[in-house]
């Protein structure tokens, strides 16, 4: 029978209680723990969130089609801290993220930038946003009218100006201006860095790079000063595009 009572889990969260099907509740490891380490038939879970994200966070366990109706960011916070806590399945929550911010490459950054920074963001970012990076191009790529893209150059501005921690940051910004640069290893040609000079022109930063090339045209050394004449400190292998990334990541945060 669909609607045994065999099949369905009671759960006391926050002293309301809610009935699950138990595959549902099975796809929790903190339900599976809790069963396996204690014979109370009530399973209790206290934590900081609404009645009604209770709610969409145990309709979202059984469907990721039930986040198409949840429009504030603060909600699906709250809502992915608490799928979090009850352990849900790497599964749920993949497609549960995909569903709710895959399509949201730049509001995201400006829906969150000027709330208070909570480690959830940065876990978000890390299981989704980060995955569409590789294609946010910071430059518009036509030959010889290659322009910075105003969308773009709000989602670095609202990193910049947010209230992330100056380490997040960082790694935001340089993964947003490691794609804007097609080569990974660049040859003599200087017309493979028209892109990145854009970005230096757009944000009016001093393209103080000086780089020295071996005979094959790969880098070798880098005499370039940043911070007031203070080296700046590289990995021993670190490529021509590294140093370029680290240079304006670390003027657009000045």
């Not at 070798?220 to 007031?228: E, T, V």
Request: net charge negative; aromatic share 12%.
């Amino acid at each position: 029978m669909d609607f045994n009572i065999n099949d369905m889990v009671t759960l006391r969260i926050n002293s309301a209680e809610y009935s699950l099907y138990k595959y549902i509740a099975e796809m929790l490891d903190i339900y599976n723990v809790i069963v396996d380490c204690d014979d109370k038939k009530m399973i209790d879970i206290n934590w900081n969130i609404s009645v009604v994200n209770v709610n969409r966070a145990l309709h979202l366990i059984n469907c990721c089609l039930y986040a198409d109706v949840i429009e504030n960011i603060s909600d699906k916070f709250e809502i992915i801290s608490f799928m979090r806590y009850l352990c849900v399945s790497n599964k749920i929550m993949k497609q549960t993220l995909e569903r709710m911010f895959e399509s949201a490459k730049y509001s995201f950054f400006k829906d969150c930038c000027d709330l208070a920074y909570d480690e959830v963001i940065e876990f978000i970012y890390d299981n989704c946003v980060s995955n569409n990076l590789s294609c946010w191009w910071v430059v518009d790529r036509y030959p010889k009218t290659m322009k910075i893209n105003k969308e773009r150059k709000c989602l670095i501005e609202n990193v910049v100006l947010s209230n992330f921690p100056t380490k997040f940051k960082i790694k935001v910004l340089d993964q947003i201006v490691s794609a804007a640069i097609i080569f990974p290893n660049y040859s003599n040609d200087t017309s493979n860095c028209n892109d990145i000079q854009l970005i230096y022109d757009y944000f009016n930063l001093p393209t103080i790079i000086d780089f020295v090339y071996s005979a094959t045209g790969k880098v070798y050394s880098y005499p370039g000063l940043l911070n007031n004449g203070i080296p700046i400190v590289l990995d021993k292998n670190t490529t021509k595009k590294d140093i370029i990334v680290k240079n304006i990541v670390n003027q657009l945060l000045r």
